[in-house]
């Protein structure tokens, strides 16, 4: 089945909106980014160099309780913004299919 793209935006910007709505953002951020498997044992390191060569900085987290077993991708100092969080995630979302990986959310540290 086809990733669905547009819907994924469609998220994205519509909790942007939200976050944005209820809080003061900082202009610029570190956007997080989380990836599951699509299935279990997949090779995270393929996807944490397709991510590193984009500019990510990777880490894999273990799982834990209910919490499953995701890839952290970040990008360093990015404008907060539905649309730029948007291009980074896309991005980062295409890399993360074509390595068997599926999207999870994402997320902003402030400095």
Sequence with gaps: MAHDYAQQKAETLSAFAD?????????????ELFFLPAKPAQDWQLLANALA???????????????????????????????????????????AIENGFTPDGWGFAAD
Excluded: H, K
């Excluded at 976050?19 to 956007?31: E, G, I, R, S």
């Excluded at 880490?59 to 730029?84: F, K, N, R």
């Design 53 to 95: 060569d984009l500019g990510f900085a990777c880490e894999w987290i273990d799982a834990d309780g209910d919490d499953p077993a995701t890839l952290l991708a970040v990008m360093e100092d990015q404008p907060l913004s539905a649309s730029s969080i948007w291009m980074v995630e896309e991005l980062a979302t295409r890399a």
């Design 19 to 31: 976050l944005q709505a209820a809080n003061t953002l900082p202009d610029v951020a570190d956007l």
